[in-house]
């Protein structure tokens, strides 16, 4: 066992965070150990404390246990997501199912639930505040979810899935990530590269660089890469080689298939599910959701789903007319589609990614993003050189509020690489809260990270964003503005500790400032020359929004309509065949694949977090169209009075209040669905 000394544990550093620089990867196994046990002790020490049970001697003591749990945590799946290795996945694989152990063990701690319960039996005679019952509501039904009134039989099984799972759900993100990092195609001069830009030329250069193949240039399944390239190399044949293995990832056979493990996940998942009383776990899932039920979360997809097919049939003959016209003489098929309705938006619009994404360097759209933070929160992010970060890439900000309080640390990873996985994420390294501490402080402000994939350029040069990236810039953002601006009490209910159709209203909200005009005239500027995107450029790009809005909507309802399917009915044994099965009764046409077919399907099958949840994205997008209605009402994207109370009830809110609550209280009623449809240009 190591000792308290252990770097860790160290949170000294400057804006108080960890000394990264001084965490070796053999730190984190005894750091485990120490937390570990001594979570174990808190949590005895509160079950077994003899005096009555209280709110602040069960309730806030279960809120501050596990401080160093926490951040031995933090730290190790910031690593483990973003720079990782053999020994890093190595402990990956026990420590996850060993964290699940210790949790499931907490939730049926028999006397530590009857403290909870007792206090939950009787909250409205004790004089609880709303936010105090909010967290004494939260706490109590996380025990009952997680087995705490299962008889001591049904209490060992849910124990053994929920470890199992965990053990699942780290195999089949690995599972992805080799995948990912083992394929590469190398390109030469000449006509492998036909119809890519020369920002896209350079950032394939310097990766096939970084991998040791000088003077190639290499087209790799990091979203950065491959989606450009899928967009405008002209060469079919090499489209549909790239395509195909993006779409292959986790279902290449050998040991990085994944089919045998989603079969025992979907299995596990529902046995968990009926020794809870459920129906499914989709049942069990949405519970503690805006959407409540299955049905409601299919009524909105369905509707969605018949528009979007629609608008995908119109646009794919759209297509195959260009193919004819250009002498191509084949249908449309999945590594098409992209190439061909680029030039077709070419067409269209008279304008195309390429003509665009000099006026998105990513430094000027990480300024438009901080600058729409300050214009409607009043926050203000000082960059802090001085400071190492989690890795040489990530960079390090300080976070001020409107009269120059220090209100959180930001941290930003922009960059892809072989050791980090795909997609984009954040996540809090320490929550918000105000409780007071053992040491005598009051509180603790957040420290929130941002991380992406985009290309990384050659030294000295600027990396260059598509709309797309720019868009996955913001919204990560505004999840991270979700952690940074929380102002609750308790650390189980700050930032984006809401429910699962409700976390992404931030974020997605937080995306249409991209796009509003004054944002675009100041920020969108030509990385060489620093002028201003002409505003006929960006009348065009206003106009575009919609496009190609069937083939958008097609790809991410079939994924979210197949989650659904494999947390509904249905036998499973065969997950290629189910898939294929639950797309073929949806009428998915062929052209278009899901957003992430299931074998690489990371949101759902690597964790439980968006399992039956995937649905959430579009649902967030529901209140997030109308939230943004509500600015365009006022004739100001900037209204004072709306921002604050858009701070107030949504970004600074947590889940301190039930998710509908907050949103009525910030729109004055419920949203619907018009805004949302007419967004996407499926009205």
């Not at 420590?95 to 499931?104: C, D, K």
Request: proline residues 4%.
């Amino acid at each position: 066992m190591t000792s308290p000394a252990s770097p860790v544990f160290d949170w000294t550093g400057p804006l108080g965070l960890p000394r990264f620089t001084g965490i070796a990867d053999a730190d984190f196994a005894p750091a485990f150990e120490t937390a570990l046990a001594e979570h174990d002790a808190e949590i005895e020490a509160i079950a077994g404390n003899e005096e009555a049970p209280g709110f602040a001697n069960t309730v806030e003591a279960l809120e501050l246990a596990g401080d160093k749990l926490s951040k031995v945590s933090s730290l190790f799946w910031n690593r483990a997501g973003t720079d990782t290795n053999d020994a890093i996945q190595a402990l990956e694989r026990e420590i996850a199912p060993r964290m699940s152990r210790h949790y499931s063990k907490i939730a049926m701690n028999k006397a530590l639930f009857e403290r909870v319960d007792s206090l939950y039996q009787k909250r409205s005679e004790i004089g609880l505040t709303p936010e105090q019952d909010r967290v004494l509501e939260r706490i109590w039904k996380s025990f009952v979810k997680s087995g705490a009134a299962l008889d001591q039989t049904g209490q060992s099984r849910l124990a053994e899935v929920g470890e199992t799972l965990a053990g699942l759900g780290a195999q089949f993100g690995q599972n992805v990530l080799a995948d990912e990092k083992n394929y590469l195609l190398l390109l030469d001069e000449g006509s492998d590269l036909d119809g890519l830009s020369d920002d896209l030329r350079a950032a394939m250069a310097a990766v096939a660089e970084d991998l040791g193949h000088a003077g190639k240039y290499a087209v790799t399944l990091s979203r950065s890469i491959i989606e450009p390239f899928l967009s405008s190399s002209a060469r079919r044949d090499l489209r549909e080689t790239a395509f195909k293995a993006w779409a292959a990832r986790g279902a290449n056979g050998g040991d990085t298939d994944n089919a045998a493990l989603i079969s025992q996940i979907i299995a596990l998942r529902t046995e968990k599910a009926m020794l809870l009383g459920y129906d499914s776990y989709a049942a069990y899932k949405l519970d503690d959701t805006m959407a409540k039920t299955p049905e409601a979360v299919e009524a909105l997809l369905g509707d969605v789903w018949a528009r979007a097919v629609t608008h995908a049939d119109v646009d794919r003959a759209e297509l195959a007319k260009l193919i004819t016209e250009e002498g191509g003489n084949h249908d449309v098929a999945a590594w098409d589609w992209r190439y061909y309705a680029e030039k077709l938006k070419a067409r269209r619009f008279d304008f195309s990614e390429a003509e665009l994404k000099p006026y998105f360097p990513l430094s000027r759209i990480i300024e438009a993003c901080f600058d729409v933070a300050n214009r409607l929160f009043g926050v203000t992010m000082t960059e802090r050189k001085d400071i190492r970060g989690p890795h040489p890439d990530a960079r390090v900000f300080e976070v001020s509020d409107a009269n120059g309080k220090m209100i959180a640390t930001f941290i930003a990873d922009y960059f892809a690489r072989p050791s980090k996985r795909s997609g984009a994420w954040m996540s809090g390294m320490r929550s918000q809260h105000k409780l007071s501490m053992p040491d005598g402080s009051t509180g603790e402000i957040p420290i929130i990270t941002n991380v992406m994939n985009f290309a990384k350029p050659a030294a000295g040069q600027e990396a260059l964003l598509s709309l797309n990236d720019a868009r996955t810039l913001f919204h990560e953002f505004g999840h991270a503005l979700h952690g940074m601006l929380s102002d609750v009490t308790y650390p189980s209910l700050s930032g984006t500790s809401v429910s699962r159709d409700f976390v992404e209203l931030p974020s997605q909200l937080f995306e249409h400032w991209l796009t509003v005009p004054e944002i675009l005239e100041k920020h969108a500027r030509h990385y060489k020359t620093n002028e201003p995107i002409p505003r006929a450029l960006l009348d065009k790009v206003l106009a575009a929004q919609t496009f190609n809005a069937g083939f958008a909507a097609v790809e991410f309802t079939a994924s979210a309509l197949v989650d659904m399917a494999w947390h509904t009915a249905g036998d499973k044994t065969d997950p290629a065949t189910f898939e294929a099965e639950t797309l073929k009764k949806l009428g998915m046409p062929e052209a278009i694949v899901m957003r992430h077919a299931s074998p690489h399907f990371l949101h759902v099958f690597s964790g439980e977090g968006y399992s039956a949840g995937y649905y959430s994205y579009m649902w967030s997008e529901v209140l997030d169209a109308d939230a943004f209605a509500a600015f365009e009402e006022t004739g100001n994207p900037f209204d004072p009075e709306m921002a604050e109370k858009l701070r107030t009830h949504v970004y600074s809110a947590g889940g301190s209040r039930d998710p509908g609550e907050l949103y009525q209280a910030f729109r004055g009623r419920m949203p619907d669905a018009t805004a949302m449809l007419e967004k996407r240009g499926l009205a």
